[in-house]
């Protein structure tokens, strides 16, 4: 048997090491990060995900919110990594956030897609 949660570890890590090698950050749709990664409160989109090729996680907070990942960064601490979450149903950008909020491993999903940009 395979140690699912050593996998996505190890997803994380190589993710990380993909998006330091591009500056820190990346982009899945553009001009939504402002001039100013750390502050967190200018980050934001308007708009409909539609035909956008973006990964899908599920965050758990008062409820289960579907939500599209719009870029990723490196967070404080290595190998951790945050993502600008939109919540497509309300049309409204989350924020940033980590991959403690995410529910059932679904982080793997933003990991397995940074892994595919190489």
């Keep these: 048997m395979h140690d699912i949660s050593k996998l996505i570890r190890e997803n994380r890590k190589e993710a990380y090491g993909i998006i330091k090698a591009h500056g820190g950050k990346i982009e ?11 502050d967190d409160e200018e980050d934001d989109w308007i708009g409909s995900i539609g035909e956008k090729n973006v990964p899908w996680v599920v965050l758990g907070f008062d ?10 960064k490196c967070g404080k601490n290595e190998p951790n990594i945050e993502f600008l979450a939109f919540d497509n149903n309300s049309y409204e950008c989350i924020g940033w ?3 403690a909020s995410c529910c059932s491993n679904t982080e793997n999903a933003i990991y397995e897609f940074i892994g595919n940009l190489k």
């Design 63 to 72: 409820e289960i919110v579907d939500t599209a990942v719009l870029a990723v």
């Design 97 to 99: 956030c980590d991959d």
């Design 28 to 38: 899945f749709v553009k001009n939504i990060i402002h001039n100013n990664p750390d």
